[in-house]
């Protein structure tokens, strides 16, 4: 009897919470506030998203557009799904969202582009190559042409041309050949376009090296010439000097008669004697990113001094902010210092502000000609344009920028110590030093290690003091690329990659450089982790 009594209640019991996981299914899925709030967001998400990967796969990003799709399937199903397995996935699904974005994404096509030829002159798919070659770069007026009234247009961010080509207006940009268009002339002036925007003459103006430039095909054959201008009132038809053989694959200069030959493996029209055309087309080129970056001498050797300052300076820059930082912890966590909270708010103030502005504040601080320094010390210090003086400077204010932070950490990390061990020390006769050096410092060292070597891979990678501090300069003399002598890796790249207008971008060769860096990072971090066994510490 008392058997079947038990059997009773457990099938009451599974009734129940069958019972209740159907009420929830119902709450979840009625038009309550919270599904109505619920229906709300996932429309936002699901436009966005659609908006998303309609913008890839009009850009011809068939692979960003495909996985759009997929993650806003998987998003539906797991924020409709009525499973319980579901559940955990609710929760996890925003974090792994903007994982796979922010992070995986960058770093898969950060790795692409640096094996690919990717820059100054290969920026283009070979299709667009060939145009900007024959419409954009190569073309010279039609003597004896027609003369076109025309008015400048524009649709989104894209300029175009609209014609007056007989009884017809014709609209066109340098993506899209002529084609008629319903239009408002008023005399052989058109005042409106369907679907575009006709500028004005000030929007004309702050716009003419563009428009001057611009080049409308005629239609689909990019041999047919195109349609240019150069008051922005009245087009004249252009044709290109070079020609395009499709079944050969070849470019021909009409003037000199010299021809051109795809080579898909550099990415560029070349003559026989080696010379290529301006304009190419990206490529994969394997390794060769790499191979440049280690033994080409442009790179090799600038590469390798920036990379041991970029050492020092990670290294340094974690040693000093953290001796500073737990010097004054250890000073303001005596309970005999009376106004502990007004000195413990003041070493914070530094933290409060934007790394950036307090690293333009001292740039200014630090001019040797008008700085406040200088003017105080009445010397003429080259803080920031001597090699020596430059580094000492950039840790100077990387130093007051720092120490706060690990102020804070130090202090909640003298605070977390068990106050019994220190009290055990000192009954077992040990000196102030002795507790400070056998149970003090090993205590913070295990609740510290793993901030301090992610304090060394910000550093490793602080772009923004160095950038706004000088600019990584001064400019190493002896070197052929625009590196300066406080430059570290990252700010490097930024360089090479032609972000600085200092030289031509090249953003292959710079995406392997940061696949390098991530990989040097990496590697210390796992290091410095496994030496210091700092997570079976904390564990």
């Known amino acids: 009897m008392s058997q079947m009594t038990k059997q009773s209640d457990a099938s009451r019991q599974r009734a129940q919470r069958r019972e209740s996981r159907r009420k929830k299914d119902s709450l979840a899925t009625s038009w309550g506030p919270g599904f109505i709030i619920k229906i709300i967001l996932m429309a936002i998400v699901n436009g966005l ?125 340098p993506e899209q050949p002529l084609e008629e268009v319903n239009a408002t002339v008023e005399g052989n002036r058109i005042t409106e376009v369907d679907g575009w925007k006709v500028l004005t003459v000030a929007e004309l103006g702050a716009r003419q090296n563009e428009v001057t430039q611009l080049r409308v095909p005629l239609s689909d054959d990019p041999n047919a010439g195109a349609i240019g201008t150069q008051n922005g ?62 033994s080409d001498s442009r790179y090799a050797q600038p590469f390798f001094q920036v990379l041991v300052w970029n050492v020092i300076f990670a290294l340094m820059s974690v040693l000093t902010t953290f001796l500073l930082g737990m010097f004054l912890a250890i000073v303001m966590n005596d309970e005999r210092m009376r106004g502990r909270k007004i000195y413990r708010t003041i070493m914070l103030m530094p933290y409060a502000f934007p790394s950036f502005m307090t690293a333009f504040l001292f740039a200014g601080m630090m001019n040797q000609k008008y700085g406040y320094f200088n003017e105080l010390i009445g010397a003429a210090i080259p803080w920031l344009t001597d090699p020596t003086m430059a580094k000492v400077s950039v840790l100077l204010v990387n130093l007051w920028m720092g120490f706060p932070y690990m102020f804070l950490i130090v202090t909640g990390a003298l605070q977390s110590i068990p106050h019994d061990l220190i009290e055990a020390a000192e009954i077992d006769g040990a000196s102030s030093m002795e507790v400070w050096r056998y149970v003090t410092l090993p205590q ?66 710079a995406a ?28």
Do not use: C
């Not at 070849?250 to 301006?278: C, F, K, R």
């Not at 990496?522 to 066994?533: L, Q």
């Open 49 to 173: 998203g659609i908006y998303i990967a309609a913008s890839a796969f009009t850009g011809g990003s068939n692979v960003l557009g495909v996985g759009m799709v997929v993650l806003l399937i998987a998003v539906d199903w797991i924020y409709f799904s009525k499973r319980d397995g579901a559940i955990p996935a609710k929760y996890l699904a925003p974090g792994l969202i903007f994982l796979i974005i922010f992070q995986a994404f960058t770093i898969v096509y950060t790795g692409y582009i640096a094996f690919t030829n990717y820059g100054h002159g290969h920026i283009l798919t070979k299709d667009a190559a060939i145009e900007s070659i024959l419409l954009q770069n190569n073309t010279k007026r039609v003597e004896g042409s027609a003369a076109y009234p025309l008015a400048i247009v524009e649709q989104g961010n894209q300029l175009g041309f609209a014609v007056i080509d007989g009884n017809e207006v014709k609209v066109g940009s």
């Open 233 to 294: 009132t009245t087009g004249f038809e252009f044709t290109s000097t070079m020609r395009y053989d499709e079944d050969s694959d070849t470019m021909v200069n009409t003037e000199t008669g010299q021809t051109y030959h795809a080579d898909d493996t550099v990415g560029s029209y070349i003559s026989e004697d080696g010379t290529p055309l301006g304009v190419g087309w990206r490529v994969g080129v394997g390794f060769d990113n790499f191979v440049k970056g280690f």
């Open 444 to 509: 913070l060292m295990i609740a510290l290690t793993p901030l301090l070597i992610s304090s060394f891979a910000f550093n490793f990678n602080n772009f923004n003091l160095i950038y706004m501090l000088n600019g990584g300069g001064p400019a190493m003399s002896d070197a052929s690329v625009p590196v300066g002598h406080t430059d570290i890796l990252i700010s490097m790249v930024y360089k090479i990659a032609g972000l600085t207008g200092e030289a031509l971008p090249n953003y292959g060769l």
């Open 512 to 539: 392997a450089m940061s696949l390098v860096i991530f990989l040097i990072v990496g590697a210390v971090s796992m290091y410095s982790f496994k030496k210091s066994n700092a997570m079976e510490g904390v564990a």
